[in-house]
């Protein structure tokens, strides 16, 4: 049985700058979320990036800053079973992760992953690697909705067609 039936997640998302001003104005209005928690083992370790990015969340919402361990711990506990939460992460394998330890996501937006060196743009604003194509398809295979959008306003595109024209 999957964990996440009892999480009130209004947004799982992957993009790279975390909390910054399309995260906290326009998807924490849409979502009315009460809680943002940046899932990252590597933003996790280092602490002036926890301490901004605590910071940079609007009035009225607390933001987190976890590995995933330290989520599905705390997760367990039921801690946030009555917040309205939103979940985001830097890259894909951290949401695989979490779905190997049970926990239910359904959909994923992908809102940014900048391009770097080895990095194949499919949009103007999302680079992935063969790790990243690697870790979407696992979440599609596991009936994760992936959709591309910078804001809530957006049209869905869905990530899968994209890797598909970019990754034949």
């Known amino acids: 049985m999957c964990r996440g039936e009892k999480l009130n997640l209004q947004l799982a998302r992957i993009d790279d700058r975390l909390i910054h001003g399309q995260v906290a104005t326009a998807w924490t209005k849409?979502?009315?979320v009460a809680r943002i928690i940046v899932i990252s083992e590597e933003v996790a370790k280092?602490?002036?990036?926890k301490f901004l990015l605590q910071e940079a969340a609007p009035p009225g919402v607390k933001a987190n800053v976890v590995t995933v361990e330290k989520f599905v711990s705390?997760?367990?506990?039921?801690?946030?079973?009555?917040q309205k939460i939103m979940l985001l992460f830097t890259q894909p394998q951290e949401v695989v992760a979490l779905i190997q330890q049970g926990i239910a996501i359904k959909s994923v937006n992908i809102g940014g992953m900048r391009f770097q060196v080895g990095k194949k743009m499919v949009t103007n604003f999302i680079s992935v690697d063969e790790e990243d194509v690697?870790?979407?398809r696992f979440l599609a295979e596991h009936g994760v909705e992936l959709e591309v959008r910078k804001v809530p306003?957006?049209?869905?595109?869905y990530l899968n067609e994209l890797l598909e024209k970019s990754f034949k």
């Open 30 to 32: 849409a979502t009315n």
């Open 46 to 49: 280092d602490p002036l990036r």
């Open 74 to 82: 705390v997760y367990q506990s039921q801690l946030f079973q009555d």
């Open 134 to 136: 690697a870790a979407f």
């Open 153 to 157: 306003n957006d049209r869905k595109i």
